[in-house]
């Protein structure tokens, strides 16, 4: 039970589509649409209250997102087509689009939901730079929802919570101070941040990779791309050919019948 309120007010005295309009997002799966990298970034823009945005507003968006570098390496920069469902992308790749697409539009309440939670700690350690650029200049209540702490370490308040209950709140100063228990069975009953915390500070330090650059990851995604569409041309020859046995079988069949006849 609860309430809801935005600015004092409870969240169904506002009009749906008034609301959604002053709502970014960033989640964990970013959907992009076989288009070209600016028109994933403007998708929606042009029509209604947000104005089509000018080739220097976008790419200052991507300077603050993160994403303008990797753009830069692709010969047709902005203009470039990412393949169905932005197969020719890496996952922190897209997911900086994503902060570029929120950034550009300059929500009132940003909405983060796992960001970084499917990213490799290369990618995630760029993409993090990205949210947080992205939470310094964005003006307005930001909401975090993550299993990594390193996600939510900057934010004003955080709130942990245990078996759909909070048992925690605090910043992350604050939270770190409160020392860890444990029961009987080993189960964590106070301390639940601390604990999160130091545990994944020590799965982080054992598998730290080398960082990728940018020109990395991007000839990384191109050659996944390279590979898929290999698999593809390969399985498209070889149904056709089974399609041919198949005609070839049916040919012989209908031969025999006739002899028999």
């Not at 994503?98 to 290369?122: C, N, Y």
């Not at 545990?199 to 791309?225: G, N, V, Y």
Request: hydrophobic share 35%; net charge negative; aromatic share 4%.
């Amino acid at each position: 039970s609860g309430q809801l309120l935005i600015d004092g007010e409870p969240i169904e005295r506002y009009d749906v589509h008034s609301l959604r309009r002053h709502i970014g997002i960033v989640a964990q799966e970013t959907v992009l649409f076989s288009k070209t990298i600016k028109e994933n970034i403007t998708y929606g823009m042009g029509c209604g209250h947000l104005a089509e945005p000018t080739d220097e507003e976008i790419w200052a968006a991507c300077e603050k997102a993160n994403s303008a570098e990797f753009i830069r390496e692709f010969p047709q920069g902005l203009h470039t087509s990412v393949g169905e469902r932005g197969v020719k992308l890496s996952g922190g790749q897209k997911q900086r689009l994503a902060i570029t697409r929120a950034i550009i539009r300059a929500p009132s309440i940003l909405l983060l939901d796992e960001a970084t939670s499917s990213l490799d700690p290369a990618s995630e350690k760029v993409v993090q730079k990205a949210l947080d650029g992205l939470l310094d200049a964005h003006r307005g209540a930001a909401i975090c929802v993550a299993h990594r702490l390193t996600t939510i370490m900057n934010c004003d308040n955080i709130i942990f919570m245990h078996e759909g209950k909070k048992v925690e709140e605090g910043s992350h100063s604050e939270l770190l101070k409160m020392s860890t228990e444990k029961d009987s069975d080993g189960q964590v009953i106070s301390g639940f941040y601390r604990f999160q915390w130091e545990s994944q500070m020590e799965d982080k330090s054992a598998s730290e990779p080398k960082d990728m650059t940018d020109k990395q990851l991007t000839k990384k995604a191109l050659s996944i791309a390279d590979s898929i569409k290999k698999l593809e041309e390969e399985r498209a020859e070889v149904e056709t050919e089974q399609s041919k046995r198949a005609s070839t079988r049916n040919g012989d069949d209908a031969g025999a019948e006739a002899k028999e006849e």
